[in-house]
């Protein structure tokens, strides 16, 4: 399948390791120092670009977390028009360590994989120049992202943003009982810049 240039930015924009040094420095209060990797997988390569995605506290490199795949595709209904769908690994702890050791990822197949049927986000894009996007993700619609992790279920609030230099993440835990965010971007996105770019071909 050719992917739409489009897609294909989308992939290298998010395909890398990022920090969020100088906002960790800024603002220490809200923002942890955090370390994120997302690596380009062989998996559902007939039409879409899959990454591995985890993170750690910079204090705590040998101790990374929440461990996904992010598929990236066109959507059926159009060339342009793209949307990203989320996996949990069965086993999450295989695959600790993946971001910096991404041979970890070398036996990981579709059937070691749960389906988020509510995880899935739009992307729309923005031209900023020849061939230089800004994409932004929203939810579907009338959806919940919910999963079960460690014998926990989990609501999570997902999107960001993403250019070639940064990706800015606004992923927050949703309290089931309030709807109030407990963690992540509570307020406002972590801010990543791109640090080393891993390809994608």
Known sequence: MNFSPQLIA???????EFDNREQAIG??????????????????????ITLFAEQAN???LDKPYRQRIIRLRQRSNSDTSLEVQYYM???????????HNPALL???????????PGCILTVTQETLARDRYKFTTTP??????????????VNVSLGFEA?????????KGIDPATGKATWGAIMGPY?????????IS
């Open 106 to 116: 070398n036996t990981l197949t579709p059937e070691q994989l749960d389906f988020l």
């Open 58 to 60: 910079v204090i705590n």
């Open 140 to 153: 579907l619609p009338e959806t919940r992202c919910s999963f079960s992790y460690l014998g926990n279920n």
């Open 27 to 48: 603002e220490p209060v809200w923002y942890v120092h955090l370390r994120l990797w997302q690596r380009p997988v062989n998996l559902f390569t007939e039409d879409s």
């Open 10 to 16: 989308l992939g290298e924009y998010l395909a890398g």
């Open 191 to 199: 801010r990543y810049t791109k640090r080393n770019q891993y390809s």
């Open 89 to 99: 690994p069965q086993d999450p702890g295989a695959l600790i360590g993946a971001g």
């Open 163 to 171: 250019t070639a230099a940064e990706f800015h993440s606004y992923d």
